[in-house]
């Protein structure tokens, strides 16, 4: 077993973080997740209403007894959510940990620190990690340019922004973006992280409530399988390479603005991929990482070998390494 602050202070078994995914981190997944010993995240805005979410928390306890999170993240939308309310929801349902993510924690803080949840908040650089510590979060999730999703604008890589927020941070730091196996987790402790978070890789496993088609999709595809859009708005995502990605990408880089690619970037149509296994449906997440992702393993399989693999490697490999003179 690896132990390291955030297992210690988050109460979970392994360093091992599933992130919130917008249509996928739903009860079945999370539940396995931590059943497995890791710590799941459900996804608030992937339940239409606050009363929805309540709901599949509850689902959530119904699989497990473990400690299970839910993210909570404030980008642009079409049309803006009931925030305060997803929550309340959320301090309602007695959730010990949430994940925030999209910008600055201070509101969420107002209403998850008085009710004892710990919050891990989601930076993409060193300076909004800081920023996210004063505030008092209490840890960070520092996401690398390879990442899925939000990468940021500043195109830093895992291997220099990791040991840099792990330089400058007094309170756990967990590496995102880039991460699927014992190799990367290894990686990531040895660059001074106490764990990792993975998004597409626990996409690709078999309670992932996805179709089977996007998670083939995934084992087929490499690490240059990606698309950056929305790069001219300044509001970066990485999204699988489809003709729908492409063709944001070539309406944006010709001068065109968000009302061009609206129709193109709909997040129902981002669902039907997941729902239908159209993966030329819509832009979906998926980090660059999928390049290292060969197989749809279940959940508990991915955990234990990821973290036995990990034990192994510094135990034995690295230990080899080390000569004296």
């Known amino acids: 077993m690896l132990r390291t602050r955030f297992t210690e202070e ?67 939308t079409i049309t803006p959510p009931p925030y305060a309310e997803y929550r309340q929801a959320i301090v309602e349902s007695g959730v010990p940990i949430v994940e925030t993510a999209g910008s600055n924690p201070a509101e969420h803080l107002a209403a998850f620190g008085p009710a004892g949840i710990k919050v891990l908040h989601k930076c993409t650089s060193v300076r909004h990690a800081l920023k996210a510590q004063e505030l008092g979060v209490d840890a960070v999730s520092i996401d690398g340019f390879e990442c899925a999703g939000h990468p940021g604008e500043d195109d830093v890589p895992g291997l220099v922004l990791i040991p840099r927020a792990a330089d400058e941070l007094r309170i756990p730091v967990i590496a995102s973006g880039g991460f699927a196996d014992a190799r990367g987790l290894v990686a990531a402790l040895a660059l001074g992280a106490d764990g990792v978070n993975m998004g597409t890789r626990f996409l690709c496993t078999e309670e992932a409530p996805v179709h089977r088609s996007v998670k083939e999709r995934i084992v087929a595809a490499g690490e240059r399988d990606t698309e950056l859009i929305f790069r001219p708005l300044r509001n970066t995502a990485r999204v699988a390479s489809n003709e729908v990605s492409r063709a944001v990408v070539a309406r944006l880089d010709a001068g065109g603005t968000f009302d061009d690619v609206r129709d193109l970037v709909a997040g129902a149509r981002g669902r039907k991929v997941y729902e239908l296994g159209d993966t030329e449906a819509g832009v979906w997440s998926v980090g660059m990482v999928q390049g290292l992702v060969h197989d749809i393993p279940t959940v508990a399989e991915l955990v234990d070998r990821i973290v036995t693999e990990a034990a192994r490697l510094i135990g034995a490999r690295l230990a080899g390494v080390v000569t004296t003179s």
């Open 10 to 76: 988050f109460g979970v078994r392994h360093p091992l973080v599933q992130g919130g995914m917008q249509w996928v981190g739903r009860a079945e997944l999370v539940s396995a997740v931590a059943n497995a010993g890791a710590l799941g995240m459900l996804t608030a805005l992937t339940q239409p209403t606050p009363e929805a979410l309540v709901k599949e928390i509850a689902r959530c306890r119904e699989m497990t007894d473990r400690p299970f999170g839910v993210n909570l993240t404030i980008l642009p």
